[in-house]
Each structure stands twice: as C-alpha cells, then as structure tokens.
C-alpha cells in the first residue's frame, strides 16, 4: 500500500469510533429527556437528511478540495453538533450539524482511495476501510454505552464536572475531544497529486450534473447492481441498528448500555466477513457474493422470533466471578453471523461500485451518488420504523417486515443482474457473427 494509506484508515478508525458513541449518547440524551420512542428514528432522520439534500454539492466539494482538508472541515462540524448537545440544544437538531459533517466526510473518505491506489487493490483496500470502520463500530458503541452508564453517573454525581450534568452529556464532551483527534490525523495524510475542477461557482450546474451523474450510474449495467444491493443493505443496517437496540430492551431485558454493546458486537462479524471477501473475493467475482445478500434477510428474520424465555431462568455459563446468560450468548453468536454475512457482501459490491464510478465519473460525484441513494433508503426504512412505532405494532413483527423486504428486493436485484448478463451475452455473440 501507498505511503498515506494507513494514515487513512486511522483518521477513519478515530472518526468511525466517535460517530458510533455519540449515537448511544444522543439516544440516551433523549431518554433522559423522556423523548416518546418515535422521536429515536427522527434523530438518525435529521443527521441522514444532510445526505440526500447536498447530495449534488458534496462531491463537487470533496473534488474542489484536497481531500484531507475535507475530512478535517467535516471532523470540525461532528464536534461542533457536540458542542451544541452540551450546551443545551435538542439532540435532533444538533445530530443535524453532526450529519452535515458526515455528508461531506464520506465522499472525501471514499474518493481518495480511488486517487491513491490502483483497481487491483480496491476490494483489498475496502477489507482495511470496512475492518477500521467495523473496529471503531465495536470500540465505540461499547465506548458509548459505558459511559452512559449507571457507573458513570454516579461518577458524576459525586465528582460534578462544570456544564456536565448528566453521563450523556460527559459522553459527547469525550467525543467531541475524540472528534478534534481525527482532525489532526486528517492534516497528515500526504497530498495525493489529484486535482479536478472547482465547480462550486456554479450550484445549478451542480445539481444538473449531479443529475447527469445520477443517471450514468443506474444505466450502467454492472454499477446499477452494486448500487441497487449498497443501497438496500445500508439502508437496512442503519435501521437495524436502532432495531437491534429496541430488540434487546424489548426482547432480552438488556439496558441501553448493555444493548449497545450487543450492536457492536455484530462488528465482529463483519470484520470477519470483510477479510474473508478480500481474500477470496477478486473483483471479477464480485457478483458471485449477490445470494449472501438473502442470507442477510432470512437471519435477519430469525432474529424476530428470539428472546429469553427460550432458555430457562439463570442458565448459562459460569466463567470465573462472571455469569453469561445463554440467551445473551447466542444473541452475540446472531449478530456475528449477520455481520459476517453483511461484510463478506458489502466489501466486493462496494470495490465494483467505486471503480465503475471513477471510471464513468469522477471519485467524488460516483461516491455522492451512492450516499444519495443509500440515505435516501434510510430516510424511507426510518421514516416506516417510526409509523410502525406510532402503530405500535410489536418489535418482532417490525423486524420481520424489513427482514422480508430486504430478500425481497435482493432476490429482484438477483433477477435483474442475470438478466443483464444475459443481454450482454446476446449482443456479444451477435457482434461476434458480424
């Protein structure tokens, strides 16, 4: 790997691991709060929305840049939505300013990995990226959850810290300090020599670009696959992390701060599945991975029908001082398999859609279409978690519902590649009678 690589990949770890401690603080800011529970998806609403409203101008800004200013501008903006949770503002407004830097974050992240490495190397690059993202996933819920702890609390009730009256509100001081971190990381990664036009003069050419951008991207016939299952199964694993949170309260009894460190244990897994990908996944291959996306569904709908009452009351297994449930045990074996599933499928679907993009478009305009596509699928998939909540129709019959709709649409996704191959086939062979 290229000198700067590394650098990379730790300014992801450092950022990763604060966005995902900060969710947990900001539910529990709405708990403490005593938000109603359809306000928990509107938070995850308000930080995507900056997604898909400047989808058209965060490409041409992480182009317009080098992209290590870019990271370091939208780690400045995360630690500022921090700032304004401490100080008071509803955490549905200030995630808003978290997901502004979000938004123009990604494309910077993703992009410069196209400028710095060749083709060959993207799915082995993507292993490292996911890997660090899923680590951070890991460190920082299970981060996330122990300071919002009862301990914590108490903590802090005994030694009060000024304008820090509540463990939340501690937890998104730490991070808005772990936030500055991945800012003076972002300075050190090297100049990658990749320049492009600066078209933010012009907002309105933007959005017919983007538009433009938007269309080469679904009638391309491998890109529009790749781009059908990223969306999809992001949009589901964004959702599926509140579920996961509501699943474990509501299902095993387990508290916020428990629950978030079953949510990332399913970082594991995906570790695990992304390596896997990078080493017996090549890009031609790629679309082989397309029936694990099913997979990801029907365990994801097996999740709804697991809960404590399986096992008898106080079973499990005595380690030293420390007893694990069985309950507990297998629902940490469930989540790993799920990630696993999900990494194996993520990383090869995302090396093909970031080498289609670079070579249609340019790195940042294919990755702000991808996010377009991806968040706007998580604006649809919270907007249905947060009726179904209003509805009150029971946590497992939800997570059926999004469980069936995601092997629906992969399976329709299946259909449509096999039918682009075939199609290929026929023009191949008719040139080759000419």
Known sequence: MKKGFYTIIAAQFVSSLADNALLIAAIALLRDIHSAPWITPLLQIFFTVSYVLLAPFVGAFADALQKRYVMFISNALKAGGCLLMIGGVHPMLAYAMVGFGAAAYSPAKYGIMTELLPSEKLVIANAWLESATVLSTIVGTMVGGALISDTVAHWLGVHPIPLLNSAAQLAMFAMMLVYASAGVINIGIPDTGARYENRLHHPGRLIA?????????????????????????????????????????VRLGMSLSDAATLQGITGLGIAAGAGWAAARVPMRNAFKVLPVGLLVGVVTICMAFYHKGLFAPGSGLQIGPFHAPYYVIFAF?????VGTLAGFFVVPMNAVLQHRGAELLSAGHSIAVQNFNQNLAVLLMLGLYAVLLTWNVPIQWIIVIFGVGVVALMWLAMLRHGANQREHDSVSAELGTD
């Open 333 to 337: 074996l469930e989540m790993i398999i």
């Open 209 to 249: 670009d983007f538009r433009h951008c938007f269309n080469v991207l679904w009638h391309d016939k491998l890109a529009q696959i790749a781009l059908w299952v990223t969306t999809l199964l992001w949009g589901s694993a964004v959702t599926l992390q509140l579920l996961v949170l509501k699943w474990a309260n």
